[in-house]
């Protein structure tokens, strides 16, 4: 694979949520330049999909690559006393409960295309009381 991630950039904002939109146009930009193929970019692990398909946050966007299938918000925290793997989250009520727990947590977004298996990490978030200045 060819991808630049030198050129791929995120932004931090003051919420501390991590903004993955610069890396995803630079790697969209290497595909559509044909620098990176397909595959390459289109490389979903298959629990990432499963999550898509059934759990996962519709959203009203055009996949970039396939343009054929609307993008899914799939969201996954990790932190203390949850499973290494993380925990997927499928209802806002499940964010919620983590945000007010001790300790800190990490939410990570992905857009997903199940028709095609384009993922990419659309932000990242810190949640939990642990994460709140003193």
Sequence with gaps: MAIDFHSAQATTTASGTVDYRLARASVLRQFEAGEVSVTDICDIHPELRRAAINVAEPIDEVCPVCEDADLRLVSYVFGP?????????SRATELERIDQRKGVFTQYVVEVCPACSWNHLRRAHRLGQGSRPS
């Design 81 to 89: 006393r949850l499973p290494k793997s993380g925990r997927c989250i």
